[in-house]
């Protein structure tokens, strides 16, 4: 059961301590005046898995949207399983190619939306990015799951439920971000 809703015993570790990092101040979120939101942006560590199908996800739901990854080379393909994950929830991975975090163009506007409350606290370090607002793509979906562990070499099943929990936070983005319409 671990491995399917959490991927590994870590993940359910750093779920359970995502909201104490939260309750601190040690996730690093800060959001600002939602209708100043104009993009979002989705980041994760290789942008090749959640990252990925976030934005494709967004795009779909008619969201201004883009990606990057925070160890990647921009290029990369998505990872093969996360493609066919994908397509099982009726969405199309195959064109998507990964950013590195370098070649991510901050816009006035934007949200960084990460995985994980250590990716947030190394946003919040970069002196390129520190000062964009910031949030966890867990917090929007439903039920909330503020920890999305990296699905990436883990099982088939939790590579589905990962994907599964990211697609159900779009409706909520869409509501939530009323200014960052596509178009």
């Known amino acids: 059961m671990i491995q399917r809703r959490f991927g590994t015993f870590r993940g359910l570790v750093r779920l359970a301590l995502a909201p104490v990092e939260l309750a601190t101040g040690r996730g690093a979120v800060r959001v600002g005046s939602p209708d100043a939101i104009r993009r979002l942006v989705f980041i994760c560590h290789g942008n090749i898995c959640r990252s990925a199908f976030a934005d494709v996800a967004a795009r779909r739901a008619g969201l201004a949207v883009t990606s990057f990854g925070l160890s990647t080379d921009s290029?990369?393909?998505?990872?093969?399983?996360?493609?066919?994950?994908?397509?099982?929830?009726?969405?199309?991975?195959?064109?998507?190619?990964?950013?590195?975090?370098?070649?991510?163009?901050?816009?006035?506007?934007?949200?960084?939306?990460?995985?994980?409350?250590?990716?947030?606290?190394?946003?919040?370090?970069?002196?390129?990015?520190?000062?964009?607002?910031?949030?966890?793509?867990?917090?929007?979906?439903?039920?909330?799951?503020?920890?999305?562990?990296?699905?990436?070499?883990?099982?088939?099943?939790?590579?589905?439920?990962?994907?599964?929990?990211?697609?159900?936070?779009?409706?909520?983005?869409?509501?939530a971000f009323p200014n960052a319409r596509a178009g």
């Open 75 to 175: 290029g990369k393909p998505a990872h093969g399983p996360a493609i066919d994950a994908a397509a099982a929830l009726g969405h199309d991975l195959s064109a998507h190619r990964a950013t590195m975090m370098s070649d991510y163009e901050p816009r006035e506007g934007d949200l960084l939306l990460a995985m994980e409350t250590r990716q947030l606290r190394r946003l919040a370090a970069d002196p390129r990015l520190g000062h964009v607002p910031r949030s966890l793509l867990g917090l929007y979906t439903r039920p909330r799951v503020p920890h999305l562990h990296d699905p990436y070499s883990l099982s088939e099943a939790y590579m589905k439920m990962c994907l599964a929990r990211i697609e159900t936070a779009m409706p909520v983005l869409r509501a």
